[in-house]
């Protein structure tokens, strides 16, 4: 009688804890289709339909919510396979690079591109997007005569810039070759769209010497921006006054001392992926 007693005892208190138990499998379950099932059920948990169905919609929870870490696990399986492949892209890339096989480096990058990049990180597509970026300039710039080859490779730059620092605000690389891009593709446009880009140009080369104060490349090229806005004659700067209210202005000093900044950083070990 004892034992009978106290089985009893023991499912009745065992059914009390049942709907607790369901709250913390409710709460940690991120499927919506697990929170439909414990709410269509909430009547068996607490409405006195018998252990047997309260365990059976238990079960059936942590099915749906292992089910869920299942594809979350294949997910993260799949993101670092494709981080992978992207560190073998750009290592190949950066030895054809360093070989001055540029065209062959940018077809190796635009096939990789065109695989599609659903999978990749935003990270990991910002080093693709700025070397793409880079190999389009170097091309365009010293390895064809063809002008209207160049104005498209500037055109394509450009376009993979602008992305790099979508998906790479905090990569420098990105913001350097954004400044170098846009300066490079304004040569086609006339010196009235390089007065008006003047500012961004500059802008870009800032952030990316705020995230990396140490690339002697930055610094060259701002101090080359210093310079030559210091070196605009009166008559272009009347052009410049018309379509800015306040013109873009510097000075020597301030180019000396970016110069003096980039002479500093050649003499440190700088990776030449970055640096050039």
């Known amino acids: 009688f004892i034992r009978a007693r106290v089985g009893i005892v023991f499912l009745f208190r065992l059914k009390a804890r049942l709907p607790s138990a369901a709250a913390r499998v409710f709460k940690r379950a991120r499927d919506w289709r697990v929170h439909r099932a414990l709410l269509g059920s909430a009547g068996l948990l607490t409405g006195g339909a018998g252990c047997g169905g309260s365990f059976a919609v238990l079960g059936a929870a942590c099915a749906e919510e292992k089910k869920q870490q299942s594809k979350e696990e294949k997910k993260e399986e799949e993101e670092e396979e494709e981080q992978a492949r992207t560190r073998d892209a750009i290592r190949q890339a950066d030895d054809l690079y360093e070989q001055n096989k540029m065209v062959e480096a940018l077809r190796l990058l635009e096939r990789y591109g065109e695989e599609g ?46 992305r790099a620092v979508q998906c790479g605000d905090d990569n420098f690389a990105c913001h350097k070759w954004m400044g170098i891009l846009i300066s490079w593709s304004s040569e086609f446009e006339g010196y009235k769209k390089k007065i008006e880009r003047s500012f961004l140009i500059r802008d870009h080369f800032l952030k990316a010497i705020e995230r990396n104060p140490k690339d002697a490349t930055c610094h060259h090229l701002l101090g080359q921006w210093c310079y030559s806005v210091s070196s605009v004659p009166w008559y272009q700067q009347k052009v410049a006054s018309v379509i800015f209210s306040t013109p873009p202005n510097s000075t020597y000093q301030e180019a000396l001392r970016h110069f003096q900044a980039a002479e500093e950083g050649m003499c440190l070990h700088v990776s030449p992926c970055t640096a050039t």
Not at 126 to 137: D, F, I, M, T
Not at 145 to 157: F, K, P, V, W
């Open 117 to 162: 990049s659903s999978n990749r990180s935003s990270r990991s597509n910002a080093e693709v997007l700025w070397r793409l970026a880079r190999l389009c300039y170097k091309v365009g710039k010293y390895g064809t005569q063809d002008r209207a080859e160049a104005e498209q490779l500037s055109r394509a730059g450009m376009g993979f810039a602008e």
